[in-house]
């Protein structure tokens, strides 16, 4: 099971640690969804959900202010035994001394945010969305071409590197070269990043490894990119039948999800750069509405039938 350190979401989104004699460095978060437990605080825990992240907003935190001494203690103990990740007080709301020191006793992380309710909700759900995604590497070369996001495989060697090298000179933006990792945020959307190591960084054979960011400028990087096109570069075999219409799509498929796939042949003299571009601008029509091939053979159809009424 994917998990994430809650040290690591901490930093993101900038969370004050309110129980400092609480080590976070081993907790880890395991689901995306989260809960704000107004229900819990009443008592109900039927259906209660102890390994998502608890966020405390206006309403819980007033609900909470207007309680007895005794029935604070009661369902304080209660909702902090039930070994939750972490409790996050959202709008800089100040949490009841007596909620810090069971806290402390069951060593549940309590941090604060200056974000709204709403918005640390959202932002969090976003980013573990992201992190906790079913994940693959895969070995090519994500680009991001006119708003496309266009990885690009082959054979070690074959020029995918050198490809995307062209595509960043005519303006695009890199987003991993080497190694890509794929993940799926959602049922029908595959967002690919470069890992830590290799961001930002490409390798040139004959020449080594050259800084993208420094070389070209911060527009020339981005750091995620929906997987939208698989261009995969092979060696010319003329006796292979390449498709040169593009009536029916070629598909491959990636954790589940299918990504239109172009076979792109590679021999002297053609320019992969500006095949890559037409690929992906191709591909946008597409998702527009419009089809090209299909277009063409429409066309051909209607003269076909009027020479045949002629006849």
Same mark, same amino acid.
């Given at each position: 099971?994917?998990?994430? +350190? ?14 400092? *004699? ?46 007895? @001494? ?8 209660? $909702? ?12 800089? =709301? ?16 309590? =941090?604060?945010?200056?974000? @709204?309710?709403?918005? !640390? ?5 976003? #980013? ?35 490809? *995307?090298?062209?595509?960043? %000179?005519?303006?695009? %933006?890199?987003?991993?070269?080497? !190694? ?35 070389? $070209? ?14 261009? %995969? =570069?092979?060696? #010319?075999? +003329? ?40 690929? *992906? ?11 090209? *091939? ?14 045949? %009424?002629?006849?």
């Amino acid at each position: 099971m994917a998990d994430v +350190k809650l040290s690591e979401l901490m930093s993101k989104m900038k969370l004050k640690n309110l129980t400092s *004699a609480v080590s976070t460095r081993n907790v880890k978060i395991t689901q995306a969804d989260i809960n704000r437990p107004a229900l819990q605080l009443t008592g109900y825990y039927e259906h209660f959900d102890e390994n998502r992240i608890q966020i405390i907003g206006h309403v819980e935190h007033a609900y909470m202010g207007g309680m007895s @001494a005794k029935e604070k203690r009661m369902q304080f103990e209660t $909702f902090l035994s039930h070994g939750i990740p972490c409790v996050i007080f959202a709008r800089n =709301l100040a949490p009841d001394p007596l909620f810090l020191e069971i806290a402390v006793t069951k060593k549940v992380p309590v =941090l604060s945010t200056r974000m @709204a309710t709403s918005e !640390v909700m959202a932002e969090t759900i976003r #980013w573990l969305n992201v992190r906790l995604a079913p994940s693959v590497r895969v070995h090519g070369v994500l680009v991001d071409v006119y708003g496309e996001g266009v990885l690009i495989t082959g054979e070690s060697g074959i020029g995918k590197s050198e490809a *995307a090298l062209e595509l960043l %000179r005519r303006g695009h %933006r890199l987003v991993s070269d080497d !190694v890509v990792e794929i993940r799926k945020v959602s049922d029908d959307t595959l967002i690919g990043t470069a890992p830590d190591v290799t961001k930002y960084f490409i390798e040139l054979r004959g020449i080594g490894v050259i800084d993208v960011k420094a070389l $070209f400028g911060a527009s020339s990087v981005r750091d995620t990119s929906n997987i939208d096109l698989v261009i %995969r =570069l092979e060696e #010319w075999d +003329k006796d292979k039948d390449y498709d040169r219409f593009g009536l029916e799509e070629r598909k491959t498929t990636f954790l589940g999800d299918e990504v239109v796939c172009h076979d792109i042949p590679i021999r002297p003299g053609r320019n992969l750069a500006i095949i890559c571009e037409s690929a *992906a601008v191709n591909h946008r029509q597409k998702k527009m509405g419009y089809n090209a *091939a299909q277009e063409l053979y429409e066309r051909v159809q209607k003269m076909m039938e009027e020479k045949e %009424r002629k006849a």
